[in-house]
Nanobody, 123 residues
Framework: QVQLVESGGGLVQAGGSLRLSCAASGGTFSRYAIGWFRQASGKEREFVARITRSGAIIDLADSVKGRFTISRDNAKNTVYLQMNSLKPEDTAVYYC????????????????WGQGTQVTVSS
């Protein structure tokens, strides 16, 4: 059983930066691929970024490419989502998710989910 806890959300002005963290416990972290998703109010949850178990492969949604990066520190059981040049349309609850298989961009490919952290970008 893996528990995921997101942190680092908050209120930031457009053009600013935030770094989200996803801390895992209860399992061997390096065995899990991690994804970040977000859900804006009134919208469906959407894929943001993912990173494979070793960190060798990363994948970013087109909407965040060039502004967000994803990384992991397996020694600290943590995945990071660095968000730069934030825009009001990035406002959403951000979730991290984990799976031991080979998930890509679909929600149903991830078994474990965190509770989410709110990111609000003001214009």
């Amino acid at each position: 059983q893996v528990q995921l806890v997101e942190s680092g959300g908050g209120l930031v002005q457009a053009g600013g930066s935030l770094r989200l963290s996803c801390a895992a416990s209860g399992g061997t972290f390096s065995r899990y691929a991690i994804g970040w998703f977000r859900q804006a109010s009134g919208k469906e949850r959407e894929f943001v970024a993912r990173i494979t178990r070793s960190g060798a492969i990363i994948d970013l949604a087109d909407s965040v490419k060039g502004r967000f990066t994803i990384s992991r520190d397996n020694a600290k059981n943590t995945v990071y989502l660095q968000m730069n040049s934030l825009k009001p349309e990035d406002t959403a609850v951000y979730y991290c998710a984990a799976d031991w298989r080979t998930p890509v961009r679909q929600e149903n490919q991830y078994f474990y989910w965190g509770q989410g952290t709110q990111v609000t970008v003001s214009s």
